[in-house]
């Protein structure tokens, strides 16, 4: 069902030709996969982010490596690919090389999958074993279905979109072009709406769905809920950590990049660019502008209105040291009034 991973070589010239780079060196050398520069082999790309790292270039047996443009240094035994994005283009040539492993072979349908009669799908769609796809789902093409996943009813699947093992689209979700989701994501559970009456909550009962567009990619066991009557929005191009929670009716702008076991509260705003840290959390009913960075282990409690970098929680100190800090914490607001009451000095007073 899978794919067998055998790709050939490239050269130094042809690879640099197509990614539209210039290099210095043998561009007959062959390149046959990518590494890092302490592991490399003879026949490795590999890339440097800055000029500092020449000396670890010069220390690994790497003959072919991506350098930033103002890289200079005499690497004459190294034919050097030069770049504005080192990093990105090493991306670039990874994809390029078909070095990714679990494809799926494209158009092959595993006999113990279980489609709906109804479902719509595209041309070259995988599904692998034991996947399931319930009634009026349309599928576009292109696309793979992993192994025990679980599309409901009423689901639609963009084009190029690639669903590892055991996710779960819930029913009535819609998911973009060129979407990814790692195993064992969640997309369009019931959000954890509840009303208290006469001593005991009652469930609020998710009339909206989740949306997904395109390009967005979700890590492995992070949960959407889907929207209580409104959908829960994801934006172009979001990329979404492991072990997220982000719920219901949430709004998410294109391109924000959020790291793993951070939590977002219901109907929580949140603008296009925006870097949310891990562990970071989100309560729910504010908005967050465009270009925030929101540093690691915060809690967001305000609507943040300009974009910046904001942060909160303290940093790690021995025990002891925080056990007195905490102590006199308490004593702040104390403090605080004490300090308020004293006047303050006029010109002449003694």
């Known amino acids: 069902m899978f794919a067998a991973k055998h790709p050939a070589p490239i050269s130094v010239a042809d690879l640099s030709q197509q990614l539209d780079l210039k290099f210095r060196g043998d561009g007959a050398r062959l390149i046959h996969s990518v590494s890092s520069l302490p592991r490399a082999k003879q026949y490795d790309l590999c890339f440097i982010r800055t000029p500092k790292y020449a000396t670890q270039l010069q220390q690994s047996d790497c003959t072919v490596c991506l350098v930033p443009l103002e890289f200079e240094d005499d690497s004459a035994d190294k034919t050097l690919v030069y770049s504005a994005n080192p990093h990105y283009d090493f991306v670039r040539a990874i994809i390029l090389m078909n070095l990714t492993s679990g494809q799926l072979q494209p158009g092959q349908i595993h006999p113990s999958a279980l489609i709906a009669e109804s479902a719509t799908l595209g041309k070259g769609v995988s599904v692998a074993a034991n996947a399931v796809i319930g009634e009026r789902v349309e599928i576009g093409d292109h696309v793979q279905i992993g192994a025990a996943c679980v599309v409901e009813d009423d689901v639609i699947i963009g084009n190029d979109s ?13 998911l973009g072009q060129q979407v990814i989701l790692q195993p064992g994501a969640v997309i369009g559970g019931d959000g954890f709406g509840l009303v208290w009456q006469d001593g005991q909550w009652m469930r609020i009962p998710h009339l909206g769905s989740v949306q997904l567009q395109d390009r967005v990619e979700v ?93 909160s929680g303290t940093p790690l100190m021995e025990n002891s040291q925080w056990r007195r800090n905490s102590v006199r914490f308490k004593s702040l607001d104390k403090l605080a009034r004490q300090i308020s009451k004293i006047k303050p000095n006029r010109k002449g007073d003694k």
């Open 219 to 311: 890590g492995a066991n992070t949960t959407i809920d889907r929207g209580a009557l409104d959908d829960t929005v994801i934006g172009q191009g979001v990329k979404l950590d492991n072990q997220i929670q982000i719920g219901h009716n949430v709004q998410i702008g294109e391109n924000t990049a959020i790291a793993g076991s951070a939590a977002i509260a219901g109907s929580a705003v949140i603008g296009k660019n925006c870097k949310i840290s891990g562990c970071s959390g989100i309560v729910g009913h504010i908005s967050i502008a465009d270009d925030v960075t929101i540093t690691a282990n915060s809690l967001v409690t305000h609507s943040i209105k300009n974009s910046g970098v904001y942060s």
């Open 162 to 174: 690639k669903l590892l093992s055991n996710v779960t689209l819930c029913y009535g979700v819609s």
